[in-house]
């Protein structure tokens, strides 16, 4: 069974400050999404990463894949309290099927 | 575009009866869906996979005649918690992959189901 670590799994910060989720594995996987929840809700794909060393940004959000395609970040800056929510990295090892990390609640204080 | 809906969106039932969720995928034609169960403040959970036309794949430890999935078609899957119990109460989320293309999954907006 291919596992992702995500950590931290909660996060409580001031406004404007800045985090880092990481998800590590020790599988490879051919590409790894990230996603936001808020409750209630389904989540929304923020993000896919699909080649090794790669960096895309969205906004204040940094998402790296790892060279070895084994891990991922994702980089808040200045949180605000609209970033507050669950968020969930997700790789897919081949195949259609996405192993979930256990998630990220972030909270942004104002 | 990519845009997946559940029906409904909550649904209160009573000890052993049958509960039928809905998901489509209102803008495009997903031949892979899935469904997953998620508790409060934790990750989702991979109950089966639904192939249009086909046998749904069930996790490991997931009762097939107690969550029967149909996917009878590109658009559309449901799964029907037969005899549902206070402990099938949760929170289920359904999503779908696209016919071509990458693999991402879209997801839709969930269905809280409460059993009394």
């Known amino acids: 069974t291919q596992l992702l670590e995500q950590s931290p799994q909660f996060l409580s910060i001031q406004e404007g400050e800045n985090l880092t989720v990481y998800c590590n594995s020790s599988?490879?996987?051919?590409?790894l999404q990230w996603y936001r929840q808020e409750p209630g809700e389904g989540p929304v794909l923020l993000v896919t990463v699909v080649t090794g060393g790669e960096v895309k940004k969205l906004k204040r959000l940094t998402f790296q894949f790892g060279d070895a395609r084994k891990d991922s970040s994702l980089h808040i800056t200045a949180a605000q309290p609209g970033d507050t929510g669950l968020y969930l990295c997700?790789?897919?090892?081949?195949?259609?099927?996405?192993?979930f990390g256990a998630g990220t609640i972030l909270r942004v204080k104002s | 575009g990519a845009v997946v809906s559940q029906h409904p969106s909550w649904v209160i039932c009573k000890s052993g009866t049958s509960v039928k969720i809905e998901c489509r995928s209102l803008?495009?034609?997903?031949?892979?869906m899935f469904w997953y169960r998620q508790f409060p403040k934790q990750s989702l959970m991979l109950m089966a996979t639904s192939n249009e036309g086909s046998k749904a794949t069930y996790e490991q430890g997931v009762e097939k005649d107690k969550f029967l999935i149909n996917h009878a078609s590109l658009t559309l899957s449901t799964l029907t918690v037969t005899s549902a119990h206070p402990e099938d109460s949760s929170f289920y989320i359904c999503?779908?992959?696209?016919?071509?293309?990458?693999?991402?999954?879209?997801f839709g907006p969930g269905t809280r189901l409460t059993v009394t």
């Open positions: 997700a790789g897919e090892p081949s195949g259609n099927k996405l192993v």
């Open positions: 803008d495009f034609q997903a031949t892979t």
């Open positions: 599988s490879v996987f051919s590409s």
């Open positions: 999503s779908a992959s696209r016919a071509s293309g990458s693999h991402e999954q879209y």
